[in-house]
T-cell receptor, first 113, second 115 residues
């Protein structure tokens, strides 16, 4: 199947700093990518839809100025958590579709200390 | 928006027995229902999906049934094996399953197979 690569897999940062997470489709082009957040033992909550060449579409309750999304190419979307706080600590995961199937990145565990 | 509920949240079955996980959805426009398996520390992976034009789909030990009238769909795993232990998520979409689906996920079921 198609491969979606996410980097980094783990990151620890200090409160107030920003963290960038990359999501790449390795062997296919993705005009749309999705960013999810997953709390421990909970479901995947859609945060935003990343659209190549245009602004991301954010779900209700997700602060667009805090979670900056850039989809500058057909194979790369980035999520930047700005001015991170401990409550932003979570598992972030992206997905992209190749054909009819959605493929997920391996996820990024963010810990804000 | 769409709301997907999933039950049970945890399920333990003896190896070789069957496991059933149920989901209900709220948006009657939903027409694509995939199921994902997430092993500990790994990414979710699609195991089976069903579109609204069929009522049942089977792939070896895994089957999914869909009742559009009642707005619920179920995952059935027969002859369970230890490697079936994982968290299973159902999802729903109005996109038809043709790609770039905006998926609404259920809350997940932690399935444990007891050897």
């Amino acid at each position: 199947g198609a491969v979606v690569s996410q980097h980094p897999s783990r990151v620890i940062c200090k409160s107030g700093t920003s963290v960038k997470i990359e999501c790449r489709s390795l062997d296919f082009q993705a005009t749309t990518m999705f960013w999810y957040r997953q709390f421990p033992k909970q479901s995947l909550m859609l945060m935003a839809t990343s659209n190549e060449g245009s602004k991301a579409t954010y779900e209700q309750g997700v602060e667009k100025d805090k979670f900056l999304i850039n989809h500058a190419s057909l194979t790369l979307s980035t999520l930047t958590v700005t001015s991170a706080h401990p409550e932003d600590s979570s598992f972030y995961i992206c997905s992209a579709s190749e054909g009819s199937e959605a493929f997920f990145g391996q996820g990024t565990r963010l810990t804000v200390v | 928006g769409e709301n997907v509920e999933q039950h049970p949240s945890t399920l333990s079955v003896q190896e070789g027995d069957s496991a059933v996980i149920k989901c209900t959805y709220s948006d009657s426009a939903s027409n694509y229902f995939p199921w994902y398996k997430q092993e500990l520390g790994k990414r979710p992976q699609l195991i089976i999906d069903i579109r609204s034009n069929v009522g049942e789909k089977k792939d070896q030990r895994i089957a999914v049934t869909l009742n559009k009238t009642a707005k619920h769909f179920s995952l059935h795993i027969t002859e369970t094996q230890p490697e079936d232990s994982a968290v299973y998520f159902c999802a729903a979409s109005i996109g038809g399953g043709f790609g770039n689906e905006k998926l609404t996920f259920g809350t997940g079921t932690r399935l444990t197979i007891i050897p």
